[in-house]
């Protein structure tokens, strides 16, 4: 149905969601935003609401979808969603391709997604990623897993996630039409 859903809580960080939701769509990749919040009025943690496309009791089947977690302090909200959590661990038993940025992937860490994987987050937040090697570049992949250190790294992210998805040849015609750098 979906090639990537990005989720959203309150107190998401807002360029992480929106810029990454903008280069996926620029790249032709089929993504939907959908809110774990109850309502599709979602607000990020500079106050600054987003209209999420579905609701996460109506986006259907994500069996092939790329997963995706911004960050923020809103972060610690995903683990309140019980029907999310248990989502992300069928997809990682499963070997399904998940992605999270700044503070999100503790999240991965805390439920084990990340044990003997190299991952990257928000710096201050590292010794949350229990199990996991840290990486030394702004963006890692490895296996089915695509970790980002922060806001400043949300356009290597949303490429990488183009990269992986439509593959290198779309995410660079992607780059070269935003000028990014990197």
């Known amino acids: 149905m979906y090639d990537a859903i990005l989720f959203l809580v309150e107190g ?3 360029i992480e969601a929106v810029a990454t939701l903008d280069v996926l769509r620029r790249g032709g990749v089929n993504v939907v935003s ?22 996460f009791e109506d986006m259907g089947d994500p069996a092939e979808a790329m997963l995706i977690l911004p960050g923020g302090p809103g972060r610690v909200n995903f683990e309140k969603h019980e029907a999310f959590l248990n989502l992300l661990k069928a997809h990682n038993a499963l070997g399904k391709k998940i992605a999270a940025i700044c503070g999100a992937p503790t ?7 990340l044990a003997n994987k190299t991952a990257v987050c928000y710096p201050a937040l590292e010794s949350e990623l229990k199990a996991a090697k840290i990486g030394s570049t702004p963006t890692v992949t490895d296996g089915n897993i695509i970790t980002s250190k922060a806001a400043g790294t949300t356009i290597d992210f949303a490429l990488e996630i183009v990269r992986n998805i439509k593959g290198g040849t779309e995410a660079a015609k992607v780059s070269e039409s935003i000028i990014a750098y990197g």
Do not use: Y
């Open 12 to 14: 998401f960080e807002e």
């Open 34 to 55: 959908v809110s774990l919040t109850g309502s599709l009025d979602v607000t990020g943690s500079h106050e600054i609401t987003i209209k999420a496309d579905k609701l």
């Open 107 to 113: 999240i991965l860490g805390d439920m084990g997604i």
